[in-house]
C-alpha cells in the first residue's frame, strides 16, 4: 500500500489528520486546513510519498495516521484558532523574533495578524532590528569609539594580536594608555594633553580669521600671524607624533586605518603637509602656477576638521555619530519630505507672486530657496511673498514645515538619548582589564 492511499483512503476518519506538535496531540478537519492550501498543513494533505510527508513534517505514523511536528506545543494552539479564524494572534512571552520563525514555519504570512496584534508586531521587529543592528554594528566599530562588552572582548582579541610581535609588552602598554583614558592616571593626562591640544588648535584657527592678525608681505601676499604659526606648528607636530605612535603601537595598521576616528586624525593633519609641499611648488613655478594659492587658502580652510578630533573625547559627538548612522531611514524620510514640500510651495510661490513686480519671487529657483528657509523655519527674510496669495502660500509652507520636521525627530531624539545614555555607561564602566 502506498503513501497517497493511505492518506486518501475511505473510512470513518478519513476527514481527519492526527497531528501531535511536541506531544499536544490534536485531530484537524481536512476542510479546516484546505482553506489555507499554501500553508505547511495545508500541502501535507497533497502528499503522495513517504519522502514528501517528511519534507514537511518530522515523522509520520501511518497506521495510527499521526504526523509529528518537534516545534513549540504552545504555539501550535495559535495555529490552530488560525485555521478556524483565519487570523493570527501574537503568543505572550514569545520574542518576536521566534515568532516569526514560527508563522514561517507553519506557512503563515504576516498579512494574516489580526489587527489587534499587527501595530504591536511592527514595534517589536522594529525595536528588535535596531538591537541587532546595534549589536552588529559594536562587532565593527574601532576601539576608540567606546568600551561596551563586546568590544571588550575585541579588546582581549586585539591584545592577544600582540603576542609574537616586535616589543609586544611596550605596545601593549602603550596602546591600552592611548586608547582607554581610564586605564591609569597616565593615560587621563594623555587624554587631557590631546584634548587641550584640539582645542587650542581649534581657538587658534578662529584667531587667525581675525582683521588684526592678517598680515602680508612685501609683495602683497597674505601670510600667517607668526605666533599662530608657531601654535600652528606645535598643535599638528603633536597631532602627528600622536598619530604616529598610535598606529605604531596598533595591534593591527589595516584595522586602524579603517577606524573612522583615526582617519579623521589623518585629515586633521593632511592639509598642513600639502600646503608646506605646494608652497614650495608655488616658490619655484610662480609664474606658471597662479591657481596654487587658492588651493592652499582651501586647504588650510580644511583644518575645520580638527573640531572633528573632539569626538574622541566627547561622548555627546559619538552619540550623534552612532544616532546618525542608525536613523538613515528616519533622515531619508526627513529628507523627502522636505524635498517634495519645497518642491511644491516654490512652484505654487511663483505663480501667485510671478505677476507682482514689487516681489523678488519671480523664478522657480528663487521660490526653492524662499520655501527652503520657510519650512525650515528659519525665514532669513531676505525674499517674501507680498501679495495676499502669497501669504497665504506661505502660511501654509510654514505650518507644513513644522509639521514634516516634526514627524520623524522623535524617533531620532529617542535614539540619540538611548545612544548617549549608553556611551555615559560604558565610560562610567570598568576600565581596568
Known amino acids: 500500500m502506498v503513501y497517497g492511499q493511505i492518506l486518501h483512503r475511505h ?6 489528520i492526527n497531528v501531535n506538535v511536541g506531544g499536544f496531540k490534536r485531530r484537524v478537519e ?25 519534507e514537511l513534517c518530522d515523522d509520520f505514523s501511518p497506521s495510527d495516521m499521526e504526523f509529528y511536528f518537534d516545534r513549540n506545543p504552545n504555539f501550535f494552539c495559535y495555529v490552530l484558532n488560525f485555521y478556524l479564524t483565519g487570523k493570527i494572534h501574537l503568543m505572550e512571552g514569545l520574542c518576536v523574533v521566534s515568532f516569526s520563525q514560527e508563522i514561517e514555519y507553519w506557512g503563515i504570512k504576516e498579512r494574516h495578524l489580526d489587527y489587534c496584534c499587527s501595530g504591536r508586531f511592527q514595534e517589536l521587529r522594529e525595536f528588535a532590528e535596531d538591537e541587532d543592528w546595534e549589536r552588529k554594528s559594536d562587532e565593527r566599530r574601532s576601539q576608540s569609539s567606546g568600551l561596551s562588552s563586546e568590544e571588550l572582548s575585541s579588546l582581549e582579541t586585539d591584545l592577544e594580536m600582540f603576542e609574537g610581535s616586535w616589543c609586544a609588552d611596550v605596545r601593549r602598554n602603550m596602546w591600552l594608555r592611548l586608547e582607554n583614558p581610564g586605564y591609569s592616571a597616565s593615560a587621563k593626562v594623555i587624554a587631557l594633553a590631546s584634548l587641550g591640544v584640539v582645542v587650542l588648535s581649534i581657538v587658534a584657527m578662529c584667531i ?48 586602524f586605518l579603517r577606524g573612522p576616528l583615526n582617519l579623521i586624525d589623518f585629515v586633521s593633519v593632511l592639509p598642513f603637509y600639502t600646503t608646506l609641499a605646494l608652497d614650495g611648488v608655488d616658490k619655484g613655478e610662480g609664474a606658471e602656477l597662479e591657481n596654487v ?28 555619530g552612532a544616532t546618525l548612522r542608525h536613523s538613515f531611514r528616519e533622515v531619508g524620510l526627513l529628507v523627502l519630505f522636505l524635498s517634495v514640500g519645497i518642491s511644491i510651495f516654490s512652484v505654487l510661490v511663483y ?26 523655519t528659519v525665514g532669513y527674510g531676505d525674499t517674501c511673498p507680498v501679495t495676499l496669495a502669497g501669504k497665504i502660500v506661505g502660511t501654509l ?29 560604558i565610560e562610567v564602566g570598568p576600565c581596568h582589564h
Open 208 to 255: 587667525h580669521s581675525m582683521p588684526d592678525f592678517h598680515h602680508t608681505d612685501l609683495n602683497d601676499k597674505e601670510i600667517e600671524d607668526p605666533v599662530l604659526a608657531v601654535f600652528e606648528n606645535i598643535c599638528v607636530l603633536f597631532f602627528s607624533v600622536e598619530f604616529l605612535v598610535r598606529l605604531a603601537a596598533a595591534p593591527s595598521a589595516c584595522k
Open 11 to 16: 473510512g470513518p476518519d478519513d476527514c481527519f
Open 293 to 320: 594659492g587658492k588651493v592652499v587658502q582651501i586647504l588650510r580652510l580644511m583644518r575645520v576638521f580638527r573640531i572633528l578630533k573632539l569626538a574622541r573625547h566627547s561622548v555627546g559627538l559619538r552619540s550623534l
Open 30 to 54: 481536512h476542510d479546516v486546513l484546505k482553506r489555507f492550501p499554501q500553508t505547511r498543513l495545508g500541502r501535507l494533505l497533497c502528499c503522495r510519498s513517504k519522502e514528501s510527508i517528511l
Open 397 to 425: 509652507c510654514i505650518i507644513c514645515g513644522l509639521l514634516v520636521v516634526a514627524l520623524p525627530i522623535t524617533n531620532i531624539f529617542n535614539k540619540f538619548s538611548k545612544f548617549y545614555q549608553r556611551q555615559k555607561a
Open 351 to 376: 505663480f501667485v507672486e510671478k505677476e507682482s513686480p514689487e516681489s523678488e519671487l519671480h523664478t522657480i529657483p528663487i521660490g526653492w530657496w524662499w520655501a527652503t528657509i520657510s519650512m525650515t
